[in-house]
T-cell receptor, first 113, second 116 residues
Framework: DAKTTQPNSMESNEEEPVHLPCNHS???????IHWYRQLPSQGPEYVIH???SNVNNRMASLAIAEDRKSSTLILHRATLRDAAVYYC??????????????FGQGTILTVHP | SAVISQKPSRDICQRGTSLTIQCQVD?????MFWYRQQPGQSLTLIAT?????????ESGFVIDKFPISRPNLTFSTLTVSNMSPEDSSIYLC?????????????FGPGTRLTVT
């Protein structure tokens, strides 16, 4: 399975934008880029996903590099509730690993008031 | 969205015993998974629970240690057998539809297991 590389931790101030990077240089053409986050003492929750084009939803934006070897999750205005571990995951679209989510270590985001 | 409940939410067990964790979903789902999250670590997929057939286990996990049942499309159980302190983890149930328009995977709140 293709792997992702994320910084161990990042810090932000409340109401400022946050850019969480993810490298995935071995991504295959059919892998979707998914982001999940895990709030303290909770199970992970879906944030956003994309394939080639940049994506926006109510929670965040996803910017995908043209060569798809990296992506950036953008929180436009961080709040204290956004403090969590953010996971960048490549989800296969086919083969024996179809649909499986393989979690890496993620990025611990700390948001300061 | 699917709402997932797990029972128990936490338990403390003695080594050598077994614990069965229940996962209940509020709607019928095609795919159900069980994950383990060891202290301070990320999530690791244990197995895919298949309705009406044997679960599909990931490398490093075996049926004798983690037997799984899935009698219908809304319910599954994971048993942690012959427990040792190394089994102390959070166990999470997760579900997803295989519809290609579906992309979200939902996770339960987890069962925190401590083995003494």
């Amino acid at each position: 399975d293709a792997k992702t590389t994320q910084p161990n931790s990042m810090e932000s101030n409340e109401e400022e934008p946050v850019h969480l990077p993810c490298n995935h240089s071995t991504i295959s053409g059919t892998d979707y880029i998914h982001w999940y986050r895990q709030l303290p003492s909770q199970g992970p929750e879906y944030v956003i996903h994309g394939l080639t084009s940049n994506v926006n939803n109510r929670m965040a934006s996803l910017a995908i590099a043209e060569d798809r070897k990296s992506s950036t999750l953008i929180l436009h205005r961080a709040t204290l509730r956004d403090a969590a571990v953010y996971y960048c995951i490549l989800r296969p679209a086919g083969g024996t690993s179809y649909g499986k989510l393989t979690f890496g270590q993620g990025t611990i985001l700390t948001v300061h008031p | 969205s699917a709402v997932i409940s797990q029972k128990p939410s936490r338990d403390i067990c003695q080594r050598g015993t077994s614990l069965t964790i229940q996962c209940q979903v509020d709607s019928q789902v095609t795919m159900m998974f069980w994950y383990r999250q060891q202290p301070g670590q990320s999530l690791t997929l244990i197995a895919t629970a298949n309705q009406g057939s044997e679960a599909t286990y990931e490398s490093g996990f075996v049926i004798d240690k983690f037997p799984i049942s899935r009698p219908n499309l809304t319910f599954s159980t994971l048993t942690v057998s012959n427990m040792s302190p190394e089994d102390s983890s959070i166990y999470l149930c997760s579900v997803r539809e295989t519809d290609r328009t579906s992309y979200e995977q939902y996770f339960g709140p987890g069962t925190r297991l401590t083995v003494t």
